[in-house]
């Protein structure tokens, strides 16, 4: 598989802090992105993930080009958190590769 | 501004019958991805298209299916004599032109089809 996630399903309680992880296969791979998928919708943005590591609010995303591993760090779980996370590696002729997701559910 | 539309919703159709899925792009969006999902599985990446050409089909099934997004209208993903196995989640996202790495794909609500 091109991008392989572990598939969970992890259930956490609120306020947890929940860590998902995430390997791809083509060093060649230009971009790479976090969705969300919520049960039976489409999948939506949650946000691109940079050298640097970055930052949006509770959420933090991480690469390391050289293990070509990406990882997103979830902080102070919410119950609407809950939601398949899709880890998405762009290729340089611009389409995307899904991971198969890793389901979170945050218990109250 | 509205986004990627799919129609229809949901297609029924029976064993040997064709099913045509619909995707318009979000407006100023000149390339469609098709990808397919069947239940609990992830998406995977069926076909790149954009106006009048095909980028890359490495992921379409070699018989059967066909897509195309013509000059004019929807971009077409058209399954011919669908069998059990063809029942899945379809979406349809697209993206602005040009190569830029970083390019959002924004996906449609997706047509979920079911074969009798």
């Known amino acids: 598989k091109e991008v392989e996630q572990d598939p969970g399903p992890f259930n956490v309680p609120e306020g947890a802090t929940v860590a998902f992880n995430c390997t791809y296969s083509?060093?060649?791979?230009?971009?790479f992105f976090w969705y969300r998928q919520d049960c039976r919708k489409e999948p939506k943005l949650l946000m691109s993930?940079?050298?640097s590591g970055n930052e949006d609010g509770r959420f933090t995303a991480q690469l390391n080009r050289a293990s070509q591993y990406i990882s997103l760090l979830i902080r102070d779980s919410k119950l609407s958190d809950s939601a398949t996370y899709l880890c998405?590696?762009?290729?340089?002729?611009?389409?995307?590769?899904f991971g198969a997701g890793t389901r979170l559910t945050v218990k109250p | 501004n509205a986004g990627v539309m799919q129609n229809p919703r949901h297609l029924v159709r029976r064993r040997g019958q064709e099913a045509r899925l619909r995707c318009s792009p979000m407006?100023?969006?000149?390339?469609v991805y098709w990808y397919r999902q069947l239940p609990e599985e992830g998406l995977k990446f069926m076909v790149y298209?954009?106006?009048?050409?095909?980028?890359?089909e490495s992921g379409m099934p070699k018989e059967r299916f066909s897509a195309e997004f013509p000059k004019e209208g929807p971009s077409i993903l058209r399954i011919q004599q669908v069998v059990r196995g063809d029942s899945a989640a379809y979406f349809c996202?697209?993206?602005?032109?040009?190569?830029?790495?970083?390019?959002?794909?924004?996906f449609g609500p997706g047509t979920r089809l079911t074969v009798l």
């Open positions: 996202a697209s993206s602005t032109p040009g190569l830029a790495s970083n390019h959002e794909q924004f």
């Open positions: 083509n060093s060649a791979s230009q971009s």
């Open positions: 993930v940079y050298s």
């Open positions: 998405v590696v762009k290729n340089n002729n611009n389409d995307m590769r």
């Open positions: 407006k100023g969006h000149s390339h």
């Open positions: 298209l954009q106006k009048e050409n095909i980028i890359d």
